[in-house]
């Protein structure tokens, strides 16, 4: 078993940076590939950023390339999503989950069905 606790949420403006992060305890962290998914209100959760278990391989969804970028620190059991330039349409609620295996590749990268944990979710806001 695997938990997952995301932090770094707020309310920010347009143009702003914000860093989440993504706390794993439980069974290796380096066992896991991560990934990000986000749910805007009234919109079904989507994917955002992922990345293999080494770190070798992100993956993006194209409305967040060059905005965002996903890294780990396997030493610290944390996931982390850098956010800048920030847009409304970045208003979400932000899930980290965890894959076992550690592989990804460009489809299964971004189908909820590839994770196996999930947390709970961090709220970001931005307003204009």
């Known amino acids: 078993q695997v938990q997952l606790v995301e932090s770094g949420g707020g309310l920010v403006q347009a143009g702003d940076s914000l860093r989440l992060s993504c706390a794993a305890s439980?069974?290796?962290?380096?066992?896991?590939?991560m990934g990000w998914f986000r749910q805007a209100p009234g919109k079904e959760r989507e994917f955002v950023a992922a990345?293999?278990?080494?770190?070798?391989?992100?993956y993006y969804v194209d409305s967040v390339k060059g905005r965002f970028t996903v890294s780990r620190d396997n030493a610290k059991n944390t996931a982390y999503l850098q956010k800048n330039s920030l847009k409304t349409e970045d208003t979400a609620i932000y899930y980290c989950a965890a894959a076992i295996g550690g592989r990804l590749n460009g489809w299964t990268a971004s189908k909820e069905r590839t994770y196996d944990y999930w947390g709970q979710g961090t709220r970001v806001a931005v307003s204009s």
């Open positions: 439980g069974r290796p962290f380096s066992i896991y590939a």
């Open positions: 990345i293999t278990w080494n770190g070798g391989i992100t």
